[in-house]
């Protein structure tokens, strides 16, 4: 894999179109996040209204990423996260 992008604490690796994020936490996430990303912040909304009642919170930026998202459960209790960077990013 290579570097695809990189931020203050992590790092998204990339092979062919497979995306992975690693980042570096107080504790260890042994389950994983289901981390989908939109060419749009209004496509992050649309998702969200598609799942408000799963999730915690409206969409917000993420100023330590320049990222715009929202997370939900899916059935089994999974996180998943809908984001849109905020800034230009290299083609996958």
């Known amino acids: ?10 790092t998204i690796l990339k092979h062919g179109n497979l995306l992975l994020g690693f980042c570096q936490r107080d504790t260890p996430d042994t389950e994983g996040m289901i981390t989908f990303f939109y060419p749009t912040r209004e496509e992050v ?7 408000k009642e799963r999730s915690n919170e409206p969409p917000k930026e993420n100023p330590r990423y320049q990222i715009y998202h929202s997370f939900a459960k899916d059935p089994e209790d999974r996180t998943l996260e809908f984001q849109h960077f905020m800034h230009l990013l290299k083609p996958i």
């Open 1 to 10: 894999m290579s570097i695809w992008l990189e931020q203050k604490d992590c």
């Open 45 to 51: 909304d649309t998702i969200y209204e598609k799942f």
